[in-house]
C-alpha cells in the first residue's frame, strides 16, 4: 500500500506531525503511525494552556494492540485540543492529516523550533526502511 505523506507537514521519527501556519502548530499523527497501531481506542491529550516541551511527551494514544507515547515536535502553550477525537478516537484513523490533529500549539520561534524534523521525503524514507 502507498502511504502519501504531505510535503506542507514537518515530521518526527516517532511518527508525529506538525503543520505550522504562522506561530500556530497543529499536531497529529501520521497515517504510517495510524496503520501500525490498528484500531484505536483511548486517546490521552494535554488540557488548553498547557504548555509542552519539544521532544517530551505530551500525551498518549492506545490502540487495541499497544499504547503509544505522544512526543512534541515544537515547544509551546496547548490553544486547542481536538475534543471530538477524545470521544471517538477512531476518527483519527478516518484523515489523520485533516479532521484526525490531535492539538494546536501557539509556537514562540517558528524556525528554531523546527530544527530536528524530517521532510516528507526524509520520514517515507525511513519508515519504508531505506538506510540512505
Not at 515536535?73 to 492529516?97: F, K, M
Amino acid at each position: 500500500m502507498e502511504i502519501a505523506y504531505p510535503e506542507d507537514l514537518k515530521y518526527l521519527d516517532t511518527h508525529e506531525y506538525v503543520r505550522l501556519d504562522g506561530e500556530i502548530a497543529t499536531i497529529g499523527i501520521t497515517s504510517f503511525a495510524v496503520d501500525q497501531l490498528g484500531d484505536i481506542v483511548f486517546l490521552e491529550l494535554p488540557e488548553e494552556n498547557d504548555e509542552i516541551e519539544a521532544s517530551e511527551t505530551f500525551g498518549t494514544i492506545e490502540s487495541v494492540k499497544a499504547v503509544e507515547e505522544l512526543n512534541a515536535p515544537v515547544s509551546g502553550t496547548v490553544i486547542e485540543r481536538n475534543q471530538p477525537l477524545l470521544d471517538s478516537p477512531e476518527l483519527i484513523a478516518e484523515d489523520p492529516y485533516g479532521e484526525g490533529w490531535l492539538i494546536k500549539v501557539r509556537i514562540e520561534d517558528p524556525d528554531e523550533e523546527l530544527e530536528e524534523v524530517l521532510t516528507a521525503a526524509e520520514y517515507q524514507a525511513q519508515v519504508e526502511g531505506s538506510e540512505d
